[in-house]
């Protein structure tokens, strides 16, 4: 599935949602860290105070990110999955 003129296309990617501190500091001054491993590369990282805060951040940032990615005309990556998904796995779904 490519990006079509005029159209929208939904895109579903995988997210590690992990803990992230400092070495040293203590495990209540820690935050999360979400990532989309597929556009880590292109900067779909983000952090924040709780896991939502950390998946809403960067649900913003892949939108922009893809928003760019469209404009200039670049290919959007993309993995093989279904029409529809289950995941015990965070996942951030995106429409541009």
């Given at each position: ?12 990617f995988?997210?590690?949602l ?10 209540t ?25 950390a ?40 429409t541009?």
């Amino acid at each position: 599935m490519g990006v079509k003129e005029g159209k929208l296309i939904s895109y579903t990617f995988k997210v590690v949602l992990e803990r992230d501190k400092w070495p040293g500091e203590p495990d209540t001054k820690g935050v999360w860290r979400a990532y989309i491993p597929l556009l880590e590369h292109r900067g779909a990282h983000a952090w924040g105070d709780t896991p939502e805060q950390a998946l809403e951040n960067l649900r913003n940032a892949v939108e922009l990110l893809l928003g760019y990615m469209k404009e200039k005309g670049e290919p959007i990556p993309e993995e093989p999955e279904p029409q529809v998904q289950v995941s015990e796995e965070p996942l951030i779904t995106v429409t541009v």
